[in-house]
Each structure stands twice: as C-alpha cells, then as structure tokens.
C-alpha cells in the first residue's frame, strides 16, 4: 500500500493535508465507515482521489454533479490517473466501454450519477468489479432535511449487500445535526467515524445591506475590494442585464449562465480562472467544484434559497486563506418576493400532474414508453410555451425527480470524443493509402492523449487552426475516419436533456408521495425562514434586545449555529463591526445604558459609562433629548420615553 503522504506529494505536489483530510483517509484506509463533512474549501475530493490510489481495486465516486464530474475525470488523467464518468447523454458503446474498463481493473477512480447505479449494465459488471471504496460526494442529497433531497441517492445503500466488507465514505459541506444522522441512517453506515470541519471562515468577512440603489453600492465595493469576484443573481436576465451595467462603467464582467452556448460558457470560464476577466456575473450553479483560491469577493444581490447554498456561495472567496469578503445587497422587494415563496409552498399534486401531461406532450410518448430515455428539453423555452414562470418549473421538475418519475440534466453538454479502434500499423497503412487524411490523423493523435485507450474529449477547434481549416470540416474529416471503422467518433451534444426515470404513466394517476409533499412543504418553510431571521438581523445595533431566542447577533456564528456549532462572535461582521463602534460613540453608548435602566440621574451615567468623557457623555444626552429619544425629569435625571 503506499503512504497517502507520497500520492500527495508525488500526484498533487503538495507537502502536507489540509486539517481532517488525513485523519479521514487513514479512516478510509483501516476498512472503516466514515462519515466527513468539509465546509467549502476544506478539499473533500482528495479524502477520496488519494485512497484510491492506495487501495486496490477501483474506488467508486457516487456524485449527483455532471460538470464536476467531467472536470475532476479531466483533471485526474492530466496527472496520468486512470479515471472515468458515467451519467446522462453518454452513448451506450461509451459506456459499456468505461464500465468494462473498471471491471478488467483498468480504471482507478469511476464516477457515476446516482441514476446509474441500479442499471442493468453497470450491476452486470459489479459483481466482477474489484472495488474498494464506495465514495459518496454530496452526500446530504440522500436526507430528507437535507437542502438538495434526491431519491436515487437511496439507492446507494442497495450496494452494501453487494460489496460486504467495502468501506463507504460520505463527504458533505453543508449539513444540520439533524441531516448528519440522516446521512448515516440512510446509507447504513456501521458505526462509522465522524469528522466535523469547523464552519468558521476566520478569513471571511460577512456583511449585509439594504440597498435601494444596488448598483452604485456594488461599484463602490469593487473599488475598494480587488481582486477577482463573483456576483450571484437568480435569473439569466438578471446576469445579463447587471453584467451588461458593469461593462458600460468600465468593470472588466462576464454573465454566465445555462442558457449559453457551451463553448461560450467554457470561454468565459477560463477567462475569468485566468484573471482575464475580474468579475463574473453568474446564476448560483456557477463555481461548484470550480477551484480557484484568490476569489476576493463575493456578493449577492438576490436572497439566496437556504442558508446552505449560502454559506456554500459565499465560502468560494478566500480559499487561499487571504482576507475576503462575502456580502448582500437586497432592497425590500427581494424580502418581500421571499416570503411570498415561503408562503406559496411548492406546487400542489394537481400542478404537478398537469405539469406531468404537458412533459409527456413535449417528448411525444405514449403510456407505458420511455423509460431511461433521454429529449432534448430547453427549460425556457417549455416555460413560456407552458405559461409557466421558469422559476416555478424548476421547482416542478425537481419535485418530479424527487419522486423518481424523470430528471432534467442542465449539464448534459458533452464535447466531441473519439476512441482510436485501430491498432498502429493498421492506422499507418491507411494514412498510406488515404494521404489526403494523413494530417488530420497525425494532429489528432498529437493533440489527444489517451485517444487509444478511452473515449478521448477532443478539441475540435485547437484541430482546426492547426490544419489551417475550419471546425465543420474537422468534424467531417473526424466522421469519415469512423466510416472507416478506424475510430468510434461521437460528435458534441449541446441541448438539455429531460431523462425519463420511469416508464411514462397517466398523468391522472401519477404517483405522488403527498406525505412527502408535507414534509417537503415544512422543510421548505423551514429552509426560507432562516435566511429571513439571517436577513432581518437589524442594521442599526439596537438599544434593547429584538429577539427573544438568543439566536446570535454576528452573522458567522449565526451560520454556525445553524450547522449545530456553538462559537463566539467573529469581530469582523458587519453587525460584529457595528456593536463595536456602539461601544466607542457615545450617543449609542448612552442610549443602550438608557435602555437598560430606564431612568437615572445625569451624574450616574456619566459614572456609568466611565472612562468615556463626561463632557461627551452630556453632549450625547442633550443630542438624544432634542430628538425625542430621552426625556429630562427633575433633579437632574433622565429617562427612556416609554
């Protein structure tokens, strides 16, 4: 077995873990059920990536996350490790390929969508698969009170009775007490060893605003904060209608959004990973898995979903361990749009069906057809065919997923691949006889490692300005060599996918789980309360208790609190900030005092709030009786006007 400390360092190139990374894996490495949970940045994926290559066998990696799949699989092999994915809109000859190579023991790592894991092809190659760890990645989908329920997640402990002896590792950033215990219930962990990251960011510093003009606030934080941002908006208008503002002010912005063409989306993306572009303006699916340290600032200007995608959004700054900031900027219509969705719920079973007949329209399939098949789906573009708010649809679709009756894959954008069939001098002999393709065969094995072992993504336009031609003729090129049988091309897949999980039913009689729905309902009321008891903590520091739970007034350990953390106040919020300047401005000062006591002579507060001068202490009275806010009594006292 080697030493997870020389993988790290002969893989990765880092000298030492982060805190609780080795303590998981020497968990993981004693055969041991483990159950860990990082807050963001804490390095979840290497708790897993560095046993895999200490144990034998192959390391399963269940993860409901298609782009940080593809990016992780890239990432890996760049360092000569061999790792695979399975999900949504691969081909079946693609997979049956991957899923041979982890049964043969080719593949150290294979990551698969938990959709996958009940299929036919992959239990077939699972009872000659040598596997030696089960990882399950975000693994909060699979709890109820978890923030990001997902059915198929339950059906990852079917396979303990399939891999007896197996370890399994659960990895969360974001989960309740409550959501933990879920966790280890669900997934049948046998007394598994628990490692709980603290959720203080000591470098992080949190605030909030109400801004009547977000605009003019956001420029003011951009000039004195630099650095790479991120600023997170709800809606694909919102990214682009607030990125186009800050272009025309000489902000170097992108949007990003799903709605974009692929490889405008990785362009962007890489652009702003470079520095190229300083801030980018995206929907909040932006950034999971993206690991880019200096990201100085965060901010908000919608109210986010739960305190979970919160705390998530606003721990991508600061991963370096450099000060940052995470802040909101919200005006009284987005407090106001949040409680109406706490109190409108998620839709009703009648919606839902409804909703269901007008799916099973769209994709044009009869009663009792479908199953595992995947349409071409663009949310928008159903939405206003539908008279239905985007927004409104999307919770539809995930409450139709939930109950297990069809997916929607957002990410389902595959670049074009190729798998080189042909041996070597079977390829040399057709370059001989096809001369006018000898070029493109010798750039795309030049530009495409691995293209003789595995499907292979392939950089169509890098092919193009090599050759001096175009994209479309590269492609046609890359189809001609695979009428030759000498390569397995799949050529790109750019359109969303709606995959159904079941076969189609009548709608009239379409399953639902109403007492999930319930539970659904409340955690939802749940989820939106707090973030309003997070947004109304006040902005002023008041000068009597507000509340009567002793919920914290610093908003880090507000957070903390929330995760089930006991922790003091951080110093650097804004509501930490402003109780601190209380305590050294003397009209705060006394009217706090004032509050508390409720009537004293003049001389007593003075007294009181010693070593402050007497001569401000009078003047901050008489400021605070000219506007109403004490009222002067005889013998020289004062009191709080009732």
Same mark, same amino acid.
């Given at each position: 077995?080697?030493?997870?400390?020389?993988?790290?360092?002969?893989?990765?190139?880092?000298?030492?873990?982060?805190?609780?990374?080795?303590?998981?894996?020497?968990?993981?490495?004693?055969?041991?059920?483990?159950?860990?949970?990082?807050?963001?940045?804490?390095?979840?994926?290497?708790?897993?990536?560095?046993?895999?290559?200490?144990?034998?066998?192959?390391?399963?990696?269940?993860?409901?996350?298609?782009?940080?799949?593809?990016?992780?699989?890239?990432?890996?092999?760049?360092?000569?490790?061999?790792?695979?994915?399975?999900?949504?809109?691969?081909?079946?000859?693609?997979?049956?390929?991957?899923?041979?190579?982890?049964?043969?023991?080719?593949?150290?790592?294979?990551?698969?969508?938990?959709?996958?894991?009940?299929?036919?092809?992959?239990?077939?190659?699972?009872?000659?698969?040598?596997?030696?760890?089960?990882?399950?990645?975000?693994?909060?989908?699979?709890?109820?009170?978890?923030?990001?329920?997902?059915?198929?997640? /339950?059906?990852?402990?079917?396979?303990?009775?399939?891999?007896?002896?197996?370890?399994?590792?659960?990895?969360?950033?974001?989960?309740?007490?409550?959501?933990?215990?879920?966790?280890?219930?669900?997934?049948?962990?046998?007394?598994?060893?628990?490692?709980?990251?603290?959720?203080?960011?000591?470098?992080?510093?949190?605030?909030?605003?109400?801004?009547?003009?977000?605009?003019?606030?956001?420029?003011?934080?951009?000039?004195?904060?630099?650095?790479?941002?991120?600023?997170?908006?709800?809606?694909?208008?919102?990214?682009?209608?607030?990125?186009?503002?800050?272009?025309?002010?000489?902000?170097?912005?992108?949007?990003?959004?799903?709605?974009?063409?692929?490889?405008?989306?990785?362009?962007?993306?890489?652009?702003?990973?470079?520095?190229?572009?300083?801030?980018?303006?995206?929907?909040?699916?932006?950034?999971?898995?993206?690991?880019?340290?200096?990201?100085?600032?965060?901010?908000?200007?919608?109210?986010?979903?739960?305190?979970?995608?919160?705390?998530?959004?606003?721990?991508?700054?600061?991963?370096?361990?450099?000060?940052?900031?995470?802040?909101?900027?919200?005006?009284?219509?987005?407090?106001?749009?949040?409680?109406?969705?706490?109190?409108?719920?998620?839709?009703?079973?009648?919606?839902?069906?409804?909703?269901?007949?007008?799916?099973?329209?769209?994709?044009?399939?009869?009663?009792?057809?479908?199953?595992?098949?995947?349409?071409?789906?663009?949310?928008?573009?159903?939405?206003?065919?539908?008279?239905?708010?985007?927004?409104?649809?999307?919770?539809?679709?995930?409450?139709?997923?939930?109950?297990?009756?069809?997916?929607?894959?957002?990410?389902?954008?595959?670049?074009?691949?190729?798998?080189?069939?042909?041996?070597?001098?079977?390829?040399?002999?057709?370059?001989?006889?096809?001369?006018?393709?000898?070029?493109?065969?010798?750039?795309?094995?030049?530009?495409?490692?691995?293209?003789?072992?595995?499907?292979?993504?392939?950089?169509?336009?890098?092919?193009?300005?090599?050759?001096?031609?175009?994209?479309?003729?590269?492609?046609?090129?890359?189809?001609?060599?695979?009428?030759?049988?000498?390569?397995?091309?799949?050529?790109?897949?750019?359109?969303?996918?709606?995959?159904?999980?079941?076969?189609?039913?009548?709608?009239?009689?379409?399953?639902?789980?109403?007492?999930?729905?319930?539970?659904?309902?409340?955690?939802?009321?749940?989820?939106?309360?707090?973030?309003?008891?997070?947004?109304?903590?006040? /902005?002023?520091?008041?000068?009597?208790?507000?509340?009567?739970?002793?919920?914290?007034?610093?908003?880090?350990?507000?957070?903390?609190?929330?995760?089930?953390?006991?922790?003091?106040?951080?110093?650097?919020?804004?509501?930490?900030?402003?109780?601190?300047?209380?305590?050294?401005?003397?009209?705060?000062?006394?009217?706090?005092?004032?509050?508390?006591?409720?009537?004293?002579?003049?001389?007593?507060?003075?007294?009181?709030?010693?070593?402050?001068?007497?001569?401000?202490?009078?003047?901050?009275?008489?400021?605070?009786?000219?506007?109403?806010?004490?009222?002067?009594?005889?013998?020289?006292?004062?009191?709080?006007?009732?």
């Amino acid at each position: 077995m080697h030493q997870p400390q020389d993988i790290l360092r002969s893989v990765w190139g880092y000298n030492a873990f982060r805190p609780l990374q080795g303590e998981i894996i020497a968990s993981v490495l004693l055969g041991r059920d483990t159950l860990a949970l990082l807050p963001t940045g804490g390095g979840k994926s290497l708790c897993y990536q560095v046993p895999a290559l200490s144990l034998d066998g192959v390391t399963l990696v269940v993860s409901p996350l298609i782009a940080l799949m593809k990016d992780q699989v890239a990432a890996l092999r760049k360092r000569g490790v061999a790792a695979a994915a399975i999900f949504s809109g691969l081909r079946q000859r693609e997979i049956d390929a991957r899923l041979d190579s982890a049964a043969a023991g080719k593949t150290r790592l294979l990551y698969l969508s938990p959709e996958r894991l009940s299929s036919p092809a992959f239990l077939g190659r699972l009872e000659r698969m040598p596997v030696g760890l089960v990882a399950i990645d975000e693994a909060h989908c699979i709890a109820e009170w978890g923030h990001d329920f997902r059915p198929a997640y /339950l059906r990852i402990a079917d396979l303990r009775e399939r891999l007896p002896g197996v370890p399994f590792l659960a990895l969360t950033a974001s989960a309740t007490p409550r959501v933990q215990e879920e966790i280890a219930e669900r997934l049948q962990l046998a007394d598994p060893a628990r490692f709980v990251g603290s959720f203080a960011r000591e470098n992080l510093v949190l605030g909030l605003r109400m801004a009547d003009n977000k605009g003019a606030r956001m420029l003011d934080l951009f000039r004195r904060v630099p650095g790479s941002a991120l600023v997170y908006l709800r809606s694909r208008r919102k990214v682009e209608q607030w990125s186009d503002w800050l272009r025309r002010r000489g902000v170097s912005a992108q949007a990003y959004h799903a709605g974009l063409p692929p490889e405008q989306r990785h362009e962007r993306q890489e652009a702003w990973m470079s520095g190229a572009t300083r801030v980018m303006v995206c929907t909040t699916a932006f950034g999971m898995g993206i690991d880019k340290g200096d990201v100085r600032l965060v901010l908000h200007l919608d109210a986010p979903e739960s305190l979970e995608a919160y705390y998530q959004e606003a721990g991508r700054a600061g991963r370096d361990g450099k000060r940052a900031w995470a802040a909101m900027f919200l005006d009284a219509g987005d407090r106001r749009s949040l409680a109406e969705r706490m109190e409108a719920g998620p839709p009703e079973v009648d919606a839902l069906r409804r909703l269901y007949q007008q799916l099973a329209d769209h994709c044009q399939l009869a009663i009792g057809a479908g199953e595992g098949e995947a349409y071409a789906f663009e949310p928008r573009a159903f939405a206003r065919k539908a008279g239905m708010p985007p927004r409104r649809l999307t919770e539809s679709l995930r409450i139709l997923e939930q109950e297990g009756h069809l997916a929607l894959n957002e990410a389902a954008w595959l670049p074009p691949r190729a798998w080189m069939k042909a041996g070597k001098a079977d390829l040399y002999r057709f370059q001989v006889e096809h001369r006018h393709l000898d070029d493109l065969v010798k750039a795309l094995l030049r530009s495409t490692p691995g293209i003789f072992d595995h499907h292979a993504a392939i950089d169509e336009g890098r092919l193009a300005r090599q050759l001096g031609s175009t994209q479309k003729a590269v492609g046609e090129g890359l189809a001609k060599l695979a009428e030759y049988k000498l390569l397995d091309y799949l050529p790109r897949a750019e359109t969303p996918q709606l995959v159904w999980l079941r076969p189609r039913a009548d709608a009239r009689y379409l399953s639902l789980d109403r007492a999930a729905l319930e539970r659904r309902r409340e955690r939802h009321r749940s989820r939106l309360q707090a973030v309003l008891d997070y947004l109304d903590m006040g /902005l002023e520091v008041p000068v009597a208790p507000t509340r009567s739970d002793n919920a914290p007034d610093c908003r880090m350990a507000r957070l903390q609190a929330y995760f089930g953390e006991q922790a003091p106040e951080c110093g650097r919020c804004d509501r930490c900030l402003a109780r601190r300047h209380a305590d050294t401005d003397p009209a705060r000062a006394v009217a706090r005092f004032m509050a508390e006591v409720g009537s004293a002579r003049i001389a007593d507060v003075v007294a009181a709030l010693r070593p402050m001068a007497e001569r401000d202490v009078v003047q901050a009275l008489r400021w605070l009786i000219d506007r109403g806010r004490l009222r002067r009594e005889a013998d020289d006292r004062v009191s709080s006007r009732p």
